[in-house]
């Protein structure tokens, strides 16, 4: 395996990607755990979560999650599912 120094801009650029892969990962697995549609054109999520209407509903969903795991100081991995799901439940849940 290749060893980079950690500071070098290539490394940076392999965990932005990294953590740009796991971030995709959550958000397929909150939208099934919801059961949300995405795809659907009924279905959209941009406003509801505070993200530009221009983004479709999975862009919208995976710059939300990228913004609520810095917000609620969660872990870029697995653990982060369950109050990713209750914290976007709860969103949808709330009638405007």
């Known amino acids: 395996m290749l060893n980079l120094p950690q500071g070098s801009p290539i490394h940076a650029e392999i965990e932005r990607q990294h953590t740009q892969r796991i971030i995709q990962r959550l958000a397929r697995a909150v939208a ?13 999520l941009a406003p509801r979560l505070g993200q530009p209407i221009t983004l479709g509903n999975r862009d919208a969903l995976q710059q939300w999650i990228e913004s609520t795991l810095i917000e609620l100081d969660l872990p870029v991995d697995s653990d982060a599912l369950e ?12 009638v405007h």
């Open 32 to 44: 099934q755990d919801l059961q949300l549609r995405l795809e659907e054109h009924t279905l959209v």
């Open 83 to 94: 109050p990713l799901c209750q914290q976007l439940n709860r969103i949808l849940s709330e």
